[in-house]
């Protein structure tokens, strides 16, 4: 689930899309280096880099949409989920100290299973906690020639009054040596036993040197969600970690 809560973002600015912006490629911040660009379904371009000023296996993620880049997120080696901004307006939500059981992306691969509840606080005064499960399922798969393995995800999200803000169920891709998570094929509760279905899977790898290395403009589904801007604001996809008011990947 650690790619959970960014895409939420995505989903919550359907009625604002507008003309496809320009395409073109981007540069990351001073000090930092992007390292994989991955086109995924659900019309999002994800840049993915490491700063030399963070710790080490601190990585980043940018979400880009038609209209530019809307989300950024920071996991650590463990794929914790450390901050992430939504932009647009900005709004910068961090992970709270001391976390009661937090993820861990080496128990994941030692054990097959990783439970995790944690807490997360925004700069404009929201406070959450999560609480869910990651799993590997066996399955192994293979897109745009990298090697994955799925994992099944379930996670819920309640303020500090236990009222569930946001749930979500499905499937997840990951990389060992990257260390990463990416979005899959899963189900976001709607609340009344309803459950709608949502898939944000990678499609294309683009690597340094490669074409569509550092793309800005997503290629796969933007039709379909163009046509889908009128859907409830509540709407949010599975691959996308907790943010607040709006994602829970794991990261991606």
């Known amino acids: 689930m650690r790619t959970g809560l960014a895409l939420s973002a995505a989903i ?4 604002a899309l507008a003309a496809p912006a320009l395409s073109g490629t981007w540069t990351a911040p001073e000090g930092c280096e992007v390292f994989l660009t991955v086109q995924s379904r659900g019309c999002r371009v994800s840049n993915h880099y490491t700063c030399t000023a963070d710790a080490a296996g601190d990585q980043w993620r940018a979400d880009f949409d038609q209209e530019g880049i809307y989300f950024r997120s920071r996991i650590n080696s463990e794929t914790e989920w450390i901050e992430s901004f939504n932009l647009n307006p900005t709004v910068r939500q961090t992970l709270d100290a001391n976390p009661e059981d937090p993820a861990s992306f080496s128990e994941l691969l030692a054990t097959g299973l990783d439970t995790f509840v944690f807490e997360l606080s925004s ?3 929201s406070h959450t906690k999560v609480n869910g499960f990651d799993r590997l399922t066996g399955r192994k798969v293979t897109i745009d020639g990298v090697a994955l393995e799925e994992t099944e995800f379930d996670f819920t999200e309640t303020d500090d009054f236990g009222i569930v803000l946001r749930r979500a169920r499905g499937h997840e891709y990951i990389s060992r040596d990257m260390r990463l998570f990416f979005a899959g094929p899963g189900q976001t509760d709607l609340g009344d036993g309803q459950w709608l279905p949502i898939d944000g899977s990678p499609v294309d790898f683009a690597f340094p040197g490669e074409k ?4 800005t403009q997503p ?4 039709d379909a969600l163009t046509a889908s801007a009128e859907l409830p604001m509540s709407v949010w996809p599975a691959s996308a970690r907790p943010v607040s008011a709006p994602q829970v990947s794991h990261g991606n």
Do not use: I, M, Q, R
């Open 12 to 15: 919550l600015a359907l009625p």
């Open 123 to 125: 700069d404009d005064g």
């Open 212 to 215: 569509g290395f550092a793309a």
């Open 219 to 222: 290629l796969y589904d933007c």
